[in-house]
């Protein structure tokens, strides 16, 4: 390619030579004609030499450019392939550097998986560790869990509205609030033992009521323990029961003898069999012991001498014909030193008023105001002024005949020993919803004086003992399934002497010397929530007697005349109840 380039520029050069030479040697006029026409011969020769040698520097330049096209494609594919090589070798150094990066990180890892791996073992270590304390930890959570299985949780909250009304003389209507709350749990403690704890509220100076009433300027209201017990049943003697501590009744009675808010203190032992007799399906005798006050101080030995009732209890189950199931129940109770609940402490009947009883040709002094929450001392006939502590224990009044002794203090004026007769009947309607429900009772205090007190404090000839209760209770349906609605009506005549005044029922008129009569309603609203009415509609039933109950008012008459018969109290209770 360099040759022909060479050629190319050498052969115009010799025609300019040539055409020089011809021009500064001119010839003859014959010999310039030869020479011209030689010259235009070898010209039109050169001529075409030079339009062959054009054509082939045309095909020259063709092919040069064709080859230079050729060696610009060349340039191009070197320069990418250049690009290509830079690219590869910045993807070999990048490839190097992240192989660096590899190995380092390779290495690191490396050091980390070793790391790793003696983590991994301290982990298998604290995982075995921790899978055993687990396994430990789930023991006790199945022992908790079996414990707690064993348990169950009881109690209530209810929430009641009362009025009281009265048709007497400047009777202030009463309308309140009140609340009761319940908790409790228990169960098996073991095999053959089973236990107990519930709280409630309630003021601490009256075990006969759980309720709160809405006042105080929102205080917060007194919880105490209501029940603390172990039971003793052994798997292999179930007809054995033995309990000891502050417990539910065991023992059949109504409100007639003990409040149903009230739990007893002391020992009880239950022997109960079942029996395949076609009539008598349960026969069941009973022990009881209730400590009421334990002294361990005074100026003589009987002073320092406990208070306790003793009794027992004999019931059966019968099955009379195929609608028709009767139990009756007969218990004998005997209170040892009773006086005790006539000469309380200010913390038994949480005081809320303190001072000295007048003595002699002392004056009393007082009663100051101290801020106790309770009932406060009961008043009874005779008691100097004022009524402070140690006094009588009534929450609800004392209404039993008593009497002051030479120690100016107050003594019942008879002894008391139940022995309480009550036959439950409940006879089939053919309706299962609606069973007829029938409660007898009468009770006798065996123990009471013949001869009561009158208002003055003098024995009242020719009445008689006031010992006596007699009650009926008759009601149809039951509180069971939601729905459930109960109906009934309860009456009692209750003389003064016939039940220790400070524990039987707290909603009726008066603890005892009264005429009762009781109408209500309950209705299953939900499995856990019951709604109820109750109306108590009762009066004294003889004003002539000491401690008699009677109605006061605001302006003459302020009480009703001794010897008149009073007009009835009316208390009205709307309750509903939520249980769990």
């Keep these: 390619m360099k040759s022909l380039l060479r050629w190319w520029c050498v052969v115009p050069l010799l025609a300019t030579t040539l055409v020089a030479q011809t021009a ?51 340039q191009q594919q070197a320069q990418q392939a250049q690009q290509q090589l830079q690219q590869a070798q910045a993807s070999a150094t990048e490839a190097q550097q992240k192989a660096s990066a590899a190995e380092t990180a390779a290495n690191e890892q490396k050091d980390s998986v070793t790391k790793l791996s003696t983590d991994m073992d301290d982990v298998k270590t604290t995982l075995t560790n921790n899978a055993v304390g687990v396994q430990d930890e789930q023991k006790r959570m199945s022992a908790l869990e079996s414990l707690v299985g064993k348990f169950r949780f009881t109690g209530d909250v209810r929430v009641r509205g009362e009025s009281f009304f009265q048709d007497f003389p400047g009777f202030p209507d009463r309308n309140r609030g009140r609340i009761r709350v319940r908790l409790g749990i228990e169960g098996k403690l073991n095999e053959d033992f089973l236990g107990g704890v519930a709280l409630a509220t309630g003021s601490l100076g009256d075990p006969t009521t759980t309720n709160e009433t809405f006042t105080n300027f929102f205080d917060r209201k007194t919880i105490g323990l209501d029940r603390g017990y172990i039971t003793y049943n052994p798997v292999a003697h179930k007809w054995l029961s033995l309990t000891g501590g502050k417990f539910a009744y065991t023992w059949l009675r109504t409100p007639v003898t003990f409040d149903s808010d009230l739990n007893p203190e002391g020992f009880s032992q239950k022997f109960s069999w079942d029996l395949k007799s076609h009539l008598i399906k349960n026969v069941t005798i009973q022990g009881v012991e209730m400590l009421f006050n334990e002294s361990n101080s005074g100026s003589s030995f009987k002073a320092r001498q406990d208070s306790y009732a003793l009794g027992g209890q ?21 209170w040892n030193r009773p006086d005790s609940i006539l000469q309380a402490s200010a913390f038994a009947v949480q005081a809320t008023s303190t001072g000295t009883p007048a003595s002699g040709t002392t004056p009393g002094v007082g009663p100051f105001n101290t801020p106790g929450e309770g009932p406060n001392c009961a008043n009874v006939q005779g008691l100097p002024t004022p009524n402070v502590p140690n006094c009588p224990f009534g929450p609800n009044g004392m209404t039993n005949a008593t009497f002051i002794g030479s120690d100016n203090r107050a003594h019942f004026f008879s002894g008391y020993n139940y022995a309480d007769f009550i036959l439950n009947n409940q006879i089939a309607t053919g309706m299962a919803r609606l069973p007829l429900n029938v409660v007898l009772e009468f009770e006798d205090n065996l123990d009471a004086e013949p001869h009561p007190l009158d208002s003055k404090g003098a024995v009242m000839a020719g009445l008689g003992s006031q010992n006596k209760a007699y009650g009926v209770d008759v009601s149809v349906g039951q509180q069971k399934n939601k729905n459930d609605i109960q109906l009934g009506y309860a009456w009692l005549r209750q003389e003064q002497d016939s039940v220790i005044a400070s524990f039987n029922e707290s909603d009726q008129r008066a603890p005892t010397n009264i005429l009762q009569h009781k109408i209500y309603a309950l209705w299953k609203v939900r499995a856990n929530t019951a709604a109820g009415f109750t109306w108590w509609r009762g009066r004294t039933l003889n004003t002539n007697l000491q401690n008699a109950a009677r109605v006061s008012g605001v302006g003459t008459p302020s009480s009703l005349p001794v010897g008149t018969i009073e007009p009835y109290l009316n208390r009205l209770q709307f309750d509903l109840v939520y249980t769990f």
């Design 314 to 334: 004999i019931s059966a189950k019968l099955q009379l014909g195929k609608w028709w199931t009767a139990t009756p129940s007969f218990l004998s109770l005997k």
């Design 24 to 74: 500064a040697n001119p010839k003859p006029k014959k010999t310039r004609a030869r020479a011209a026409t030689i010259t235009a011969q070898d010209i039109q020769s050169l001529r075409d030499a030079l339009a062959a040698q054009q054509q082939q520097l045309e095909q020259l330049k063709q092919q040069m450019q064709t080859r230079a096209a050729a060696l610009q494609q060349a």
